[in-house]
């Protein structure tokens, strides 16, 4: 084995060269404190801002509604699989590829092979697409922020004193969240206008988000002090609340028990992956931008293992909150609904109350089969809220959950005097949520876009114009049929594109970057090679799985008629609205397909030279350092050889040194 040295020249670090065997294994170090690169203040800075971009309101709202949705504890089976699987490894690879290149997700992509430019491009587009809608809900949040200063709650009751039917026909939470809030339309092609209260709400979300953004992750990195960790105490606070509830042991019962059955079908694995890879914010770019300012040596193994455990556990927290207090509301509507049959029999059966009979939720169908004939009102009784299990299937629903069900279940929290106190907190909560996941997304735009060199000027101009250009764009969200431009941006924006982006990047990294230089790299920063775990996902496991990913969505998507939900304000509900306009489905088509295509249009570009990278790739850099490195042993091995005969030249030739001439 030929002789092996660390060399500095010209600040730049050549670790473990050994020349004369042909298998060079270089790791290049720049002098960290040569360029003007921002730096996170210390690692638990780094770390918040990791968590807050990964944990969001999907962990609130998301993950219950599919627990729900998929059988409750058999649910978590899978979805603990699939982020073993495949939520940690892409992780890890995003946190370690940044660090390790200390570039924007344009830039990386470009040195690694700049045929692949395209992916960092892809994700820049995602962000972009992402972040127009995701600051849409932390303006609908701030709208209740604002009417929760009042008491009682401006959702505790209907308006009218009865006159308004359509709250009548549905809730009072249901009424303030689609007629006082959104104030939608009939459906998607019934622009209508701007709701400009919703309009003010969302400038203010845009405000808030530069304000934050621009100084950089200076600012931003202070901020997230505050945002990454106020969730918790107020998802602690519920959490208590929320327990000592009464019927809070029936909602976790529900999410705890498993239906095993529900593991055979195979949509249940498909969006257990699916929730841990979005639920990461994976294939973003913004995890890569936010690494990319940590020092080189650092243990990103443990960073990607710590923040993704944090995160899947807030939702697995977060969902014992929520379905307390679900319980507590099927428990209280079901109660509701029974005491009405009972008031109803009382007044319509003759007997009923003078014999001391009760409506229990185990005979109340058994009553309507006997009295049913008696009265129309009886035959036609709704008994949609008396049955708990029935609440509990129907209780989460995307959106709903915050904006409907949990404001309806604040509105019996006791005491009543307390409703707005609960509100500002919930609502200041899922707001913080919304902005530590929005600082994650816009750094995937801003950085990749400055390091690119595509923007060469301060960055304060470029977050404040961005800003002004998604609250511009977003307007369509604003408008009164914006809640369903912005359903059809969430389901079609950041879903499939992602999965693709993600696709890619797992080759890319590990087999066009090679497996054996990202373990030299990661030996390097952490000071460990990748053990059996990370090699078999990186491989084999994490791809595959994506690509059943993809058969599935593609089988899906191909199968079905692309349907959308929408109030009825004559029914008082949502009802189904029938497949979107022609110019509806075009955009959904287009949101799937327009980030994925700059991956084959770039290497296109690039493999024709129409638009040839000018900036060196990390190849060029390495073959470059070996060459200085083995000119600079050869001179460092020169000039020892020199010096070692310069001194046996004082020695004498009979051996003897003159004492004399050591004299200092």
């Known amino acids: 084995m030929g002789d092996e040295v660390v060399i500095e020249q010209n600040g730049v670090e050549l670790s473990n060269v050994e020349t004369g065997t042909g298998k060079e294994k270089i790791v290049i170090e720049e002098d960290e404190s040569a360029d003007d690169r921002p730096a996170w203040d210390n690692k638990i800075q780094y770390l918040l801002s990791q968590i807050g971009f990964a944990v969001g309101l999907g962990n609130v709202w998301r993950f219950p509604y599919l627990c729900q949705r998929n059988g409750g504890g058999a649910f978590l089976i899978p979805y603990l699989i699939m982020l073993v699987i495949e939520g940690i490894p892409i992780f890890h690879l995003e946190l370690a590829i940044g660090q390790r290149i200390r570039k924007g997700s344009i830039d990386v992509w470009n040195q690694i092979n700049p045929l692949l430019g395209g992916v960092g491009v892809a994700m820049v587009a995602v962000s972009f697409l992402v972040a127009l809608y995701y600051n849409v809900i932390i303006g609908w949040c701030a709208f209740y922020f604002f009417n929760s200063f009042q008491a009682p709650l401006p959702w505790a009751t209907c308006p009218g004193n009865g006159t308004v039917m359509e709250c009548e026909k549905s809730s009072p939470t249901a009424y303030f969240w689609y007629r006082e809030a959104l104030d939608t339309s009939e459906s998607i092609e019934d622009g209508g206008g701007i709701n400009w209260k919703m309009m003010l709400c969302i400038f203010t979300a845009w405000l808030i988000v530069c304000v934050c953004m621009i100084k950089g992750i200076k600012s931003s990195g202070k901020a997230i002090y505050f945002t990454a960790t106020f969730p918790y105490v107020v998802l602690l606070i519920f959490f208590f609340r929320g327990v000592t509830l009464e019927g809070a042991g029936d909602g976790l019962a529900y999410l705890f028990i498993p239906r095993v059955e529900k593991l055979a079908d195979p949509i249940v694995w498909l969006e257990a992956a699916t929730q841990i890879f979005f639920s990461l914010s994976v294939a973003f770019g913004g995890l890569i931008s936010f690494s990319s300012y940590n020092p080189r040596k650092n243990n990103c193994t443990r960073d990607a293992v710590v923040v993704a455990v944090i995160n899947s556990g807030t939702s697995i927290f977060a ?235 593609i089988y899906t998507e191909a199968t079905r008629t692309i349907t959308y939900k929408g109030w009825d304000s004559a029914l008082g509900q949502v009802v189904d609205k029938g497949p979107y306009p022609w110019w509806g489905e075009m955009m959904c088509y287009v949101l799937i397909c327009l980030p994925s295509l700059f991956i084959p249009i770039v290497f296109v570009l690039r493999l024709t030279g129409l638009m040839p990278y000018r900036g060196e790739t990390l190849k060029a850099k390495q073959a470059r350092t070996v060459q200085r490195g083995a000119i600079s042993k050869q001179n460092l091995v020169t000039d020892s050889v020199t010096s070692v005969s310069g001194s046996m030249a004082a020695f004498p030739a009979n051996g003897v040194i003159n004492p004399a001439s050591t004299a200092l």
Request: aromatic share 18%; glycine share 8%.
């Open 319 to 553: 969902s014992i909150v929520i379905f307390s207090v679900l319980g507590f509301k099927a428990l209280t509507d079901s109660r509701k609904c029974l005491q009405e049959f009972q008031d109803l029999m009382e007044d319509k059966v003759p007997g009923f109350a003078s014999n001391n009979m009760t409506v229990t939720a185990s005979n109340y169908m058994d009553l309507w089969g006997t009295y049913n004939t008696t009265d129309t009102a009886i035959r036609d009784f709704n008994f949609g809220y008396c049955s708990k299990d029935g609440n509990l299937n129907n209780a989460v629903g995307g959106t709903g959950l915050a904006f409907v069900v949990f404001t309806e279940a604040m509105n019996q929290f006791y005491p009543l005097e307390m409703g707005p106190f609960w509100s500002i907190l919930f609502f200041l909560m899922l707001a913080n949520l919304g902005l530590s996941s929005m600082f994650g997304t816009l750094e995937g735009v801003i950085t990749p876009l400055r390091d690119a060199g595509i923007w060469k000027w301060r960055k304060e101009f470029l977050v404040v114009l961005l800003c002004v250009v998604c609250f511009l764009i977003g307007l369509i969200f604003a408008q009164y049929s914006g809640s369903y431009w912005l359903d059809i941006f969430n389901d079609y924006s950041g879903t499939f594109p992602l999965l693709i982006i993600a696709f890619f990047e797992n080759i890319a990294i590990v087999y066009v970057y090679g497996l054996k230089r990202l373990s030299d790299d990661l030996e390097y920063m952490t000071g460990s090679r990748p053990n059996l775990y990370w090699k078999v996902t990186w491989l084999f496991l994490t791809p595959l799985s994506m690509l059943v990913i993809f058969g599935a969505t």
